[in-house]
């Protein structure tokens, strides 16, 4: 009959293809087809049976299916079903099992997709088991106790256990025959939906003193072809009177619970009442008929009548459960009740994607709308929890069209360049509609291939790299690094210098370059005294064909070291065998006065330049101090008689390197106000001196003779000058109104001490010994000098001499003539 069935709805098929048919054409064309086939079989059936030609059904020629690759798609039926190739047949897979796919369910259907290439096109089927009678009746206690009080009247009713049918339909319908007894009938009650229930009735009173427990067996038989049956064994106790059977609150109970309910849950209480006391009234609740499935879900408190939760509720595994309640007093008496339990869908699924097709690594140069992939969207939710919307991250060349019902696919929208990016990641987005939403993320890539059109690239075009002097050649002080957009061998660089020429020097004399790893090395050591800085190209080649190249400018600056020791520019030495230096100090300079500066420099730059002044071997009493900064050398104190005329100093100046360089310079510092104070020392020093040479020796006599023929020129001048004169004094009487009196508080400012360099002064007498005034001239070649304050010699009863000569041509004189001897006897010194 079910065969029947099938050829029937075969044959209604056949017109409705031919009815489509142009439309299926049209949808072929557009690669997209969205098409409902429909089939049945019978649960049970043998592996390899034919559910029917899909490919005639879908209007597919046979020939074509290899190559058009015809498979079936799907998360179940593909575990029951398989198509032909050769021949289009769809057949059995494996055994399928009603019960277990759709348990009680009034349809059961597989359904799967139908999926064909060249071009892409999706049907979509169903296939509908329909049921057998292949399962018996069963009960779910094989012995049943029915305590019956020996009171009780003929016509009482004892409500027995129900049988459970997997089956469905007719095959479900279930009928009970009671065994032979004289006592008990069995009748069957229906209730208001549809369900029996079987009742043992007392048809003849009962002496429990006679016999107190009976044994009949219940038979349950469905009307399936062949009928199917079970038994269970009802043990009668006869029990003393217990006339009042337990009520419950509700004949039907009904709850609704969320998935996900936590386990030990209490979802439900039932209760029921007995008017009896003591033993009889007291209740005992248990299940009376459920099933399989929702017994692994739910128990029940005997004491209470509270219903909780034992295992994991997923509304995806069963919507709703049918408990069957009874309630039993001491006495056994028994009722039931119902409990209907729904349940409530939570969005506690993420939308599942799956990637049915992808093409992979995709051409550069694909056109606009290439297909490049195929996804399955699913959500196990139901409702607008399994409602999803689905996009892809913006920005890129690709975008989704839906296919057909959960399909979409993946499309390019653009032009595509391995160089800008070498590969996508496509990051698909799916969420539900529910509360909260949930989504799932996948991530497709996809490569591009590539093609040489980009030339090799440096992070910068102008680097700068600083090496210290006195480098080791040889090694490494830089890398260079170029970068290709484009891969394998049309990404291979090669490093060059290109040749150029610094100071007719070849770069190549100076650096060379790692082709490979863009390392620089220097083939000398630097010297930051005569290069300071230069700069060199390098050139980036790929190995591609034809091959691409860039330039990077590298600027290199050598970094100065201390290596040079400060050279002393004042005080200097005619040689460094010869005496110190001589510098007059006058004995009436006051504290803080300026005496001199030392003057130097030095090579390096920076830190290693910034020089500092100071004094070796000093006492602690010395009138001398230097300026560890300017060099400036300055008195302490006021000079006294018993001070040391001549003082002499060693001076030490050190740059700020790490370590430092130094260079040292001796000075003598002579204290007096003349002179010829100063003579007599002077002199001992030039007797401990030992003469070097002949040569020497006539130095020395010519700078005599020289000295002499300048004094007679002194002279004649002063006569010459003398007669001009508007006053006719001879030479030892000038008036001393020619010159005004030069206030001593003007003149003392300017006794500070001596100039850092050689000069001539001209000099006149203040009306104070003590007072002196000089002023500059103009400079001179420098040469070692003795820089004297005072030639005057103010000593007591020389009062004539200091009117006779207070005027300024004649002190003049007298300082030119004293300077010039004590220059002389100094070059003198040198000299020896």
């Not at 044959?11 to 098409?35: D, E, M, N, P, R």
């Not at 409500?159 to 004289?182: P, R, T």
């Not at 064994?233 to 936590?262: A, C, G, L, R, T």
């Not at 004094?615 to 900064?629: A, G, M, V, Y």
């Amino acid at each position: 009959m079910a065969q029947m069935k099938i050829h029937q709805r075969k044959a209604y098929k056949g017109i409705k293809w031919q009815v489509i048919f142009s439309y299926v054409i049209l949808s072929y064309l557009c690669h997209s087809v969205s098409s409902q086939l429909h089939y049945s079989i019978l649960e049970e059936s043998r592996k390899g049976y034919i559910v029917g030609n899909i490919a005639n059904d879908l209007g597919l020629d046979i020939k074509d299916l290899p190559f058009r690759n015809l498979r079936i798609v799907s998360r179940i039926s593909d575990e029951y079903f398989t198509v032909n190739l050769d021949n289009g047949n769809l057949y059995v897979k494996e055994r399928i099992d009603r019960e277990i796919l759709c348990r009680a369910a009034a349809t059961c259907m597989l359904i799967f997709d139908a999926l064909v290439e060249n071009p892409l096109n999706v049907f979509h089927a169903k296939v509908e088991i329909e049921d057998i009678n292949d399962n018996a009746p069963r009960f779910v206690n094989k012995i049943n106790e029915v305590k019956i009080i020996e009171s009780a009247a003929p016509g009482s009713r004892f409500i027995l256990q129900n049988a459970q049918d997997s089956d469905v339909g007719s095959n479900s319908f279930i009928n009970y025959k009671l065994s032979d007894n004289q006592y008990f009938l069995l009748e069957i009650e229906t209730s208001s939906d549809g369900s029996k229930t079987p009742e043992l009735v007392l048809e003849t009173p009962l002496d429990r003193e006679k016999q107190n427990i009976y044994k009949l067996v219940l038979t349950a038989y469905d009307g399936g072809n062949p009928v199917q049956t079970g038994t269970t064994i009802i043990k009668i106790i006869i029990s003393d009177v217990n006339d009042n059977v337990p009520i419950f609150s509700q004949d039907m109970y009904k709850v609704s619970i969320k998935e996900n309910i936590p386990i030990s849950s209490i979802i439900l209480q039932v209760n029921a009442t007995d008017k009896d006391e003591g033993s009889n009234a007291d209740i005992s609740y248990s299940f009376r008929s459920i099933s399989e499935y929702a017994a692994l879900k739910f128990s029940i408190e005997a004491k209470t009548g509270e219903i909780q939760t034992k295992g994991n509720i997923d509304f995806e595994e069963a919507t709703n459960y049918e408990i069957s309640v009874q309630g039993k007093d001491g006495g056994g008496l028994v009722s039931q009740t119902k409990v209907l339990i729904q349940v409530i869908d939570e969005n506690d699924n993420a939308p599942d994607i799956s990637v049915k097709s992808i093409s992979t690594p995709v051409p550069e140069n694909s056109s606009i709308g290439t297909v490049v992939a195929l996804i399955e969207i699913h959500d196990k939710d139901s409702g607008i929890n399994g409602e999803v919307d689905c996009q892809i991250n913006i920005q890129m060349p690709f975008k989704l069209i839906s296919s057909s019902a959960n399909y979409y696919k993946i499309i390019t929208t653009g032009e595509l360049d391995r160089e800008k990016n070498p590969c996508y990641n496509v990051t698909i987005l799916v969420t539900d509609k529910g509360i909260p939403s949930m989504y799932t993320k996948k991530i497709i890539t996809l490569e591009i291939s590539d093609i040489n059109d980009n030339p090799p690239l440096f992070e910068n075009n102008y680097f700068v790299v600083y090496i210290p002097e006195n480098n080791i050649p040889g090694t490494s002080f830089y890398s260079i690094h170029a970068s290709d957009m484009d891969s394998e061998e049309n990404a291979k660089l090669v490093y060059s210098i290109l040749n150029s020429n610094k100071e007719d020097i070849s770069v190549s004399s100076y650096l060379s370059i790692n082709p490979v790893t863009g390392v620089v090395y220097s083939q000398r050591s630097f010297d930051y005294e005569k290069l300071k800085e230069f700069s060199i190209q390098i050139m980036a080649r790929d190995s591609g064909f034809p091959s691409l190249s860039s330039n990077a400018t590298l600027k290199i600056y050598i970094v100065d070291q201390n290596d040079n020791a400060p050279e002393i520019l004042y005080p200097t030495l005619v040689s460094e065998a010869g005496p110190a230096l001589i510098e007059m100090v006058p004995l009436s300079s006051t504290e803080d006065s300026l005496i001199t500066k030392v003057v130097a420099v030095d090579a390096d730059s920076g830190h290693n330049s910034w020089l500092s002044y100071h004094f070796l071997q000093t006492s602690e009493t010395s009138p001398f101090t230097i300026d560890h900064r300017t060099g400036e050398i300055r008195t302490t104190r006021n000079f006294h008689e018993k001070d040391s005329l001549m003082q002499k100093v060693v001076i030490m100046v050190k740059d700020n390197g790490n370590p430092y360089l130094s260079a040292t310079v001796s000075l003598n510092l002579v204290v007096a106000d003349n002179f010829q104070k100063f003579l007599p020392e002077l002199i001992d020093q030039v007797k401990n001196i030992q003469p070097q040479s002949d040569l020497q020796t006539y130095l020395i006599i010519a700078l005599a003779l020289i000295s002499i023929l300048f004094i007679l020129t002194v002279f004649i001048v002063i006569i010459s000058k003398s007669r001009d004169s508007r006053s006719s004094a001879s030479f030892g009487s000038f008036s001393t109104n020619l010159y005004p009196q030069v206030d001593p508080r003007f003149v003392s400012q300017f006794n500070n001490g001596t100039l850092p360099l050689p000069y001539p002064y001209n000099f006149c007498v203040a009306l104070d010994s003590s007072e002196s005034d000089f002023t500059l001239t103009q400079p001179v070649q420098k040469v070692p000098t003795v820089n004297l304050i005072d030639a005057d010699d103010v000593e007591t009863g020389n009062e004539s001499v200091k009117d006779q000569f207070s005027t300024c041509n004649l002190g003049q004189l007298n300082v030119v003539i004293t300077g010039f001897l004590v220059k002389s006897v100094t070059f003198l010194l040198f000299l020896w």
